[in-house]
């Protein structure tokens, strides 16, 4: 009968109890439903949607024991909570997560027997929560939080920039999976859930994890459309590693920061240009990242981003080399910064990089500044570790750095101590 309904209404399971005769037991019975209806006397359990302020990709439920429900308590801990993870707002396919403090072994293995034929609805312990991240973005959450010794393993060594999750790698404490991920390695790691994320084909991407479905949690923050939103995704992990009310505390923090910068610090005339040569093609920065939707809140024009050419999904703003040069001649002399988002750390390794760049030096640019202050030994930036987590920061050093493009003074520039952006000469 449940997978019935389960086949009628598609819908994910939550969970109902159901006490048995004078033992005190409870029966095994997982019932379909919504999440409202699961606030019952029947269920003896009370939910609660906590609020998001800008996330729409997640959601925390937290469920505790009605006072006059069942004396539930010996199989259900005082507090849990549901998340749910879902891959876009308009797409109904998403992940629902029972997130449990099961230091008791006694009650962590009623709990995996009393739940394990609950269709769709995975049960996480947060006490034993071992973590193989796939994305630098990841590492930079669980930072915050202080929970990177839950990390067992990462994609590539390249890609973190997290100088203790590099002495683990160095000690074997942390393994490396590559690309697509190892499951041997994954296994050998002793990490027991994956944190991923999708863009086109799990299968491809996450080669034989795919396959490891009940331990996959993928994490969308990258989807959601307001910087804030992804930054808000720290609470995500915060319930997750049973850290979320630090987790809010902190999102407060940045939330307050970002809004006071936001509303203060205005930049007024000037030109900004992003992106860099790719392919003999020119790409601007994507119209939907933090990047540019902080830039243009603080006022910032964007040369070209408005452009009424068709895009391409998968490189939204790109245009071929002679039409970019023809276009950007219309503003010559007018930009005050470029911004190439890539590694170059100097402007001669930029040039280096593709001889077209020295016809840049045409257009009489003041300034060209690039993220790169705290790049590793391996590659890796900090600042894409963190950009989603710290918007704030971002926001804060973005405006320095439009404020300096401005600036008469060269001194400014001279002394400007950002931890990120650093001018390329």
């Known amino acids: 009968m449940q997978v019935q309904l389960f086949q009628m209404f598609r819908v994910f399971v939550f969970i109902f109890f159901s006490l048995m005769s004078g033992q005190g037991l409870f029966a095994k019975t997982c019932f379909l439903g919504s999440v409202e209806n699961i606030k019952s006397r029947d269920s003896g359990l009370n939910i609660k949607k906590l609020e998001n302020s800008h ?58 027997e009393f739940y394990q034929n609950c269709l769709g609805l995975k049960l996480i312990g947060h006490s034993s929560l071992n973590i193989a991240a796939l994305s630098a973005t990841h590492i930079g959450y669980l930072s915050q ?20 999750i590099q002495a683990r790698i160095s000690q074997r404490e942390v393994v490396t999976l590559g690309f697509p991920p190892r499951v ?15 863009v086109s084909d799990p299968m491809i991407e996450l080669g034989g994890l795919a396959r490891r479905s009940h331990e996959v949690v993928y994490i969308h923050e990258f989807r959601e459309s307001h910087p804030l939103a992804r930054a808000e995704w720290i609470k995500f992990f915060g319930a997750l590693t049973g850290k979320l009310e630090k987790a809010k505390r902190s999102y407060s923090k940045i939330e307050e920061s970002y809004r006071t910068l936001k509303d203060l610090s205005s930049i007024d005339n000037l030109k900004l240009l992003t992106g860099a040569i790719y ?24 040369i070209l981003a408005d452009s009424k050419r ?35 750390l100097t402007w001669e390794q930029l040039k280096s990089q593709n001889r077209l760049y020295e016809q840049m030096t045409a257009l009489e640019l003041s300034h060209v500044w690039n993220p790169v202050g705290m790049v590793n030994n391996y590659g890796a930036n900090e600042f894409w570790e963190l950009i989603s987590v710290r918007p704030d920061l971002v926001l804060l050093e973005l405006y320095q750095v439009m404020e300096l493009s401005q ?3 060269s001194f400014d520039t001279k002394n400007f101590q950002g931890r990120w952006f650093t001018r390329l000469k």
């Open 184 to 198: 041997e390695a994954y296994i050998n790691s002793g990490a027991n859930i994956i944190t991923a994320f999708i």
């Open 145 to 164: 939080l202080d929970e990177l010794e839950r990390i067992k393993a990462v994609s590539d060594r390249s890609h973190i920039h997290s100088g203790q």
């Open 407 to 409: 600036s008469k003074s």
């Open 310 to 344: 068709p895009r391409d999904q998968a490189h939204p703003q790109r245009f071929g080399i002679e039409s970019f040069f023809i276009r950007i001649s219309e503003f010559a002399g007018e930009i005050n910064l470029w911004i190439p988002l890539n590694s170059a």
């Open 55 to 112: 996330a729409q990709l997640f959601e925390i439920y937290e469920l505790t024991l009605l006072e006059d429900g069942f004396d539930s308590e010996r199989i259900f801990p005082s507090s849990s909570f549901l998340l749910r993870s879902r891959l876009s707002v308009e797409k109904t396919w998403d992940q629902w997560f029972w997130i449990v403090d099961e230091k008791d072994e006694e009650v962590k293995g009623q709990l995996r």
């Open 279 to 302: 392919n003999d093609e020119w790409h601007l920065s994507n119209p939907d990242s933090d990047f540019v939707k902080m830039s243009r809140g603080l006022g910032a024009e964007l």
